[in-house]
């Protein structure tokens, strides 16, 4: 943690716990991206979304579990990471599993006369 950025009274063991879950969500997001196109792709991507999702929901049961709502000072300047990233972030992860959700493919129409 960077000194000055978040109160000492924060527990480590959830900093901690919150920022692998954030590399590991970080690393699968970057692999869905290099293998986009392929079955595989389709799969990280599953990953991605499913362990993003639920790390997303840990971080709350976490901040509630240590009372955050009632002690906002404790983040300090990363106050603004809750305020504003979190909320884009499940946005995020919500229209990707509505993506991978959606069985019709959209096919483009052709009139007769267009082919002519």
Do not use: C
Request: charged content about 10%; overall charge positive.
């Amino acid at each position: 943690m960077v000194p000055g950025v978040v109160s000492p009274e924060l527990p480590a063991t959830s900093a901690q716990s919150l920022a692998y879950g954030d590399l590991i969500t970080a690393i699968l997001a970057l692999l869905a991206l290099a293998s986009l196109g392929t079955r595989a792709g389709t799969v990280v991507t599953w990953v991605f979304n499913a362990f993003g999702t639920a790390d997303l929901l840990f971080a709350f049961y976490r901040g509630n579990r240590i009372s955050l709502p009632d002690r906002l000072g404790l983040l300090g300047a990363g106050y603004f990471i809750l305020a504003a990233y979190v909320p884009i972030l499940l946005i995020i992860h919500g229209l990707t599993f509505r993506l991978l959700l959606r069985t019709k493919v959209a096919v483009p129409f052709r009139s007769k006369l267009s082919a002519a």
